[in-house]
T-cell receptor, first 115, second 112 residues
Framework: EAGVTQSPTHLIKTRGQQATLRCSPISGHTSVYWYQQALGLGLQFLLWYDEGEERNRGNFPPRFSGRQFPNYSSELNVNALELEDSALYLC??????????????FGAGSRLTVL | GENVEQHPSTLSVQEGDSAVIKCTYSDSASNYFPWYKQELGKGPQLIID?????GEKKDQRIAVTLNKTAKHFSLHITETQPEDSAVYFC???????????FGTGTRLQVFP
């Protein structure tokens, strides 16, 4: 069974540009979560999508946004990139809120570097 | 707000010794407590979890204990091996809630 897959593995952008990160959940999982892991720091909750809708977002500015597609894959968009956006962005999936199961399986992450 | 504190931030042990990592959570409604292991260049991997109706859970060399009254939970690794070296994260959430709140991580180094 394929795990959570993320692309690209690495992305280099300059300040002010936009970045788009993509995530494919485990087959059968309907919830997708995005976390930011800055160097030396823990995992900060960004966004949660379930059944195509944004269910909750963490304490991040509106230039962090995303969406979930009908096939449950998701993308994270970061506009007007700032240097401090440099981090590992982790996607996780779960069976979804309808099941009541919040066991998350993580992908390997996309490392975003902003120069 | 929700918060999870994790200690220590780094832990060095000799191969064969035990390692203990402790976490404290703030939201008394939390009832799901997973532990994740993150190796270099990889995403976090679930290694063990516990729900609030259980006080202790064991899986081979790892065990987790939960004290709901004190809002503490701990990870115990016995007979440590070099391959246990990684960053370990605790987390907490409520049943069917929308997110896991993670601790800041513990870098465990096991020396041969």
């Amino acid at each position: 069974e394929a795990g959570v897959t993320q692309s690209p593995t690495h992305l280099i952008k300059t300040r002010g540009q936009q970045a788009t990160l993509r995530c494919s959940p485990i087959s059968g999982h309907t919830s997708v979560y995005w976390y930011q892991q800055a160097l030396g720091l823990g995992l900060q909750f960004l966004l949660w999508y379930d059944e195509g809708e944004e269910r909750n977002r963490g304490n991040f500015p509106p230039r962090f946004s995303g969406r979930q597609f009908p096939n449950y894959s998701s993308e994270l968009n970061v506009n007007a990139l700032e240097l401090e956006d440099s981090a590992l962005y982790l996607c996780a999936s779960s069976l979804g809120r309808a099941v009541g199961a919040n066991v998350l399986t993580f992908g390997a992450g996309s490392r975003l570097t902003v120069l | 707000g929700e918060n999870v504190e994790q200690h220590p931030s780094t832990l060095s042990v000799q191969e064969g010794d035990s390692a203990v990592i402790k976490c404290t959570y703030s939201d008394s409604a939390s009832n799901y407590f997973p532990w994740y292991k993150q190796e270099l260049g990889k995403g976090p991997q679930l290694i063990i979890d516990i729900r609030s109706n259980v006080g202790e859970k064991k899986d081979q060399r790892i065990a987790v204990t939960l004290n709901k009254t004190a809002k503490h939970f701990s990870l115990h690794i016995t007979e440590t091996q070099p391959e246990d070296s990684a960053v370990y994260f605790c987390a907490a959430s409520g049943w069917n809630t929308d997110k896991l709140i993670f601790g800041t991580g513990t870098r465990l180094q096991v020396f041969p």
